[in-house]
């Protein structure tokens, strides 16, 4: 079977910290660039982070520069993304994508992050 799973979302308090995990099974995970979205309550999604297959290239979204860091370890297949300085603006379900030319796209379901005092 073929899928990515998101998971560490939860609770934390405004400058916390939280570890989101994105992990593949069922495919060759080291050939696909990964991308975090993530959907705030009634807005569109939006990019959060990417990281080439190679793990050599990252990009961030202009709101989490200087506060969040992806990264991957694809003996394991899974993609790492670090939050920190947490705000109240960054609630959302968060989503991980793998994507490669002429390959299928993979979604997985998304993780819920919340952060409130």
Do not use: H
Request: glycine share 12%; net charge positive.
């Amino acid at each position: 079977q073929v899928y990515i799973r998101e998971s560490g979302g939860g609770l934390a308090q405004p400058g916390g910290s939280l570890r989101l995990s994105c992990t593949a099974y069922g495919f060759t995970f080291s050939n696909y660039g990964i991308t975090w979205y993530r959907q705030p309550p009634g807005e569109d999604r939006e990019l959060v982070a990417s990281i080439t297959a190679s793990g050599a290239g990252t990009n961030y979204g202009d709101s989490v520069k200087g506060r969040f860091a992806i990264s991957r370890d694809n003996d394991g297949n899974t993609v790492y993304l670090q939050m920190n300085n947490l705000k109240p603006e960054d609630t959302a379900v968060y989503y991980c994508k793998a994507a490669q030319l002429r390959r299928p796209t993979y979604w997985g379901q998304g993780t819920q992050v919340t952060v409130s005092s």
